[in-house]
Structure formats: C-alpha cells, structure tokens
C-alpha cells in the first residue's frame, strides 16, 4: 500500500532564532519513499541535515524573527500488514544482550527506574518472561491510564502516570518502558506516523503519535500500550530513550506555536497525486504560548515540542 505522510508547522519568535527539527520519515525507510518534497520553509531559509546519535534524521535551520513555516509532504510504500506478533520471543539474559541495547535498560528523563523497579517485579515478576510479560506490561498499563488529549502535560513522567492514572500516548510509552527496563528487558521511545488505517476513525485532528520498541529474540519488536493491539501502516520517525531524545522541533530560544497540522493517508497504489495536503488536518486545539498542544507533549517553558 501507499501512505501519504506529512506536515505543517508555524511557529513564533521574537527574534532570529536557531533551531533543527526531527520529523522527516527515519532513514531506515529511505528505500519505501516513493516521493518526498523538499523541507520547505515560509520564509525560505538555508538548512543543513544530519544524523543524531539514534540514527535519527534531523534538519538544522535559523527562523527569521515573526512567523514561520515549516512543511513537508512524501509518499512512502508499506507492506500492509499489521505489527508482527511473535509469542515466542523470548528475553535474552543481560550478559547477552549486545552493546547497543545497554542504553535502553537504564533510567531516563521521563522513565525513573528507580522508583517503579519494585512494583515491576510485584506485578509481573511471575509471568512468563518473553513475549508474554511484555504483553502483560502493555495490558496492565492500557487498563491503568485513561487518554485524552486533554491530560497533555510535558512534565509528566512514568511514576506521575502511573499515580495519576491518565495521560496521552507519550505517558502510555513511557510507563510500558520503563516497567521493561525494570524487568532487564530494553526498551526504546519511538515516534511517527500512525494513521487510522484498518480502524475506526479517530475524530480528533491527526498527530504524531507515540509507542514502544523491546528487544526480545535477538531483534526489536513493536508494541504500543495505548492501542494495546497490531495496528497498520506504521511510519517510524525517531527513536530514543525517551521523548526527550526526539523533539519535533528544538528552538534555541523561546517560541510560540501558531498552527499545526499532520496527514497520514493510505492513497490510491495507482496514483502518485501532489496534490495540496488535506486541509482537515489542521489542529485547532492550541494552547497558550510556551506549551505544545501535540499528543506527543511539550516541555513548559522552554524550547521543545516533544
């Protein structure tokens, strides 16, 4: 199948301001991009691109002071099929685990270890270690937090969701992850596209969402604690230890966020229309300057939509 990606974003600031950005599809789907438009900004500006230590594919710029846009559109080829469930993967033992993966068994910015590492082990210490116990953390956490957009709160870390009981598809994450960790499964944060193919759809503007990875069987796997089942069409755009490691966008300065908007699309396989992105897809839920209306969150005051 094709799935059209893509975004707007206008921000803000007072003055020339020095930022990069992290929402250009992750460079290991380089090869199912079938078209992908140019980063275009609103006023043109020069960019330079890299690679951050995850892998992630970043864009560096500087905003002219007033406001700014940022935008990008691709078409990008997907197998159709949902997450892959694999019941058998089994946990491989810490001293076997390769280097990589050590990062994602420590604590993190949002994921305290520490503090959760007890009730971990009370609560799924006796379930079949594998597949199955990672299935248990994401069944206990779907049942423990309710969602809405609504409990947005980019402070928010994995013990305040858990003892809130409520939060957005970051909070789901984090809390799954670092129950993982606990249990010497890792555990990485990844963000993307995820739109609402083979569902229901969702009513609410679009947005980046949020889920997990877990190394289980000498490979990565995807779960996802809010949804708590295989879904399609899934876009990776950044991987992390947690939303710290992957803002959306990185000002080095204050800024306001004026509009924002997200499209992800299965389109026709016959087609490879350019059309102009779908303008449903605006977000209208802003909040007060300083703070990010995303699903994903926001750190208050100060420079990330994460």
């Known amino acids: 199948m094709l799935i059209r990606v893509g975004y707007g974003m206008t921000i803000e600031v007072a003055q020339p301001t020095h930022l990069f950005t992290m929402m250009s599809v992750h460079p290991e789907r380089a090869r199912d991009v ?4 140019p980063t275009e900004t609103v006023p043109p500006v020069a960019k330079r691109a890299f690679i951050d230590q995850f892998g992630n594919s970043c864009l560096r710029m500087v905003a002219p002071a007033g406001e700014f846009t940022i935008t990008q559109d691709a078409i990008v080829s997907d197998t159709g099929e949902p997450d892959l469930v694999q019941p058998d993967a089994r946990e ?3 001293e076997q685990l390769p280097d990589g993966c050590l990062r994602y068994l420590k604590g993190s910015r949002y994921c305290e270890t520490d503090r959760l590492s007890q009730l971990a082990w009370r609560l799924f210490g ?5 597949w199955a116990r990672v299935q248990a953390v994401c069944d206990y956490v779907h049942d423990r937090l ?3 957009y609504g409990y947005a709160r980019s ?7 858990h003892q809130e009981r409520l939060g957005v598809c970051r909070d789901f994450a984090h809390l ?5 960790r606990c249990l010497n499964i ?3 944060y990844v963000n993307g596209y995820l739109g609402d193919i083979g569902v229901e759809p969702d009513p609410s503007p679009m947005d980046f969402s949020a889920w997990f990875e877990v190394y289980l069987g000498g490979r990565w796997y ?3 604690a809010r949804h708590n089942h295989p879904r399609t069409g899934r876009i990776v755009v950044a991987r992390g230890r947690d939303a710290m490691d992957v803002p959306l966008l990185h000002t080095f300065g204050l800024h306001t966020l004026k509009a924002f908007r997200v499209w992800t699309d299965e389109v026709d396989s016959r087609s490879r229309a350019r059309s102009e992105p779908p303008r449903t897809a605006v977000r209208s839920r802003l909040g007060p300057p300083g703070r990010s209306p995303l699903d994903l969150g926001a750190r208050e005051g100060v420079n990330h939509l994460i």
């Open 34 to 37: 079938n078209w992908q438009s």
């Open 92 to 94: 491989w033992p810490p």
């Open 126 to 130: 006796n379930v079949t270690p594998g």
């Open 146 to 148: 309710t969602f809405s």
């Open 155 to 161: 402070t928010r870390t994995a013990l305040e969701a």
């Open 176 to 180: 799954a992850i670092t129950f993982c």
């Open 186 to 188: 890792p555990a990485r």
């Open 222 to 224: 995807t779960f996802d």
